[in-house]
């Protein structure tokens, strides 16, 4: 397998994009990666004529408070795992390359969509998100880019953005890759102690249980997913969900088809989330 081009400066990576021809899929990461970033890649490079992975630890993102100072960083690993799935080029820049002038004093506003759920509790969160999103895409001029079921109202704000702003990339999303346990992928798994771990548990099982409820309507899906997680006191819910995928309302009980159960809890030191796309009532997709 050839070893990806590594570039860290605009101009070096313009260079190397200019040296790739045909469809171009793009990955965009914050680094540690993990098999559902592997899965992410090995899905760009089914797809398109060449993948690039951006390895970026965006502050704009970051409140203040939040772990921006501890996050994972595993450069030399990354791009191990870069090479293994098969990415031609990484741009892992620096902030000052990504932000020359400072904070922007432009960002891309995520809106309503962007004040509920993780937005309510990470105000700004979302816009800071969005903003490097577009920068980046303006850099790497990609054909596709891919994002994880997994941060579901990432996703759905992304692509809000590039159909809002008329943005000539297409969205992918891919399912949420898990451990054999049901736990899902995530850069912040690291933090968790061993102890920690058998907690975020009750997550997963909050989503399945609320899964196989889904047949018997809305009201059934929240009990059933709520029911698992009262039963573990030492993670500190902030919010379990039912609501359309599309709007992030709540749904009503009367409510039949596509939704999806989300969930975000604080395990020990760590903020968790997760999310299942459901069909509730038994109405066909």
Known sequence: MTAPVVTHARTEFADARGRFGGSVGVVMTMGALHEGHATLIRR????NDAVVVTIFLNPLQFAAGEDLSRYPRTLQRDLEICEREGADLVFAPSPDVVYPDGEPGVRVSAGPLGGVLEGASRPGHFDGMLTVVNKLLNIVHPTRAYYGQKDAQQLLLIKRMVRDLDMSVEIV?????????GLALSSRNAYLSEADREVALCLSKALQAGEAA???????????????????????????????????????EYFRGEALLAVAAKVGTTRLIDNVPLV??????
């Open 44 to 47: 760009a490079r089914e797809e």
């Open 173 to 181: 999303g891919v399912p949420t890759v898990r451990e054999s346990d």
């Open 214 to 252: 889904r047949n018997s309507g809305p009201a059934a899906v929240r009990r059933a997913a709520r029911d698992v997680l009262v039963r573990e006191p030492l993670a500190l819910v902030d919010y379990l969900v039912l609501v359309d995928p599309v709007t992030l309302e709540q749904v009503p």
């Open 280 to 285: 509730v009532g038994g109405r066909e997709a």
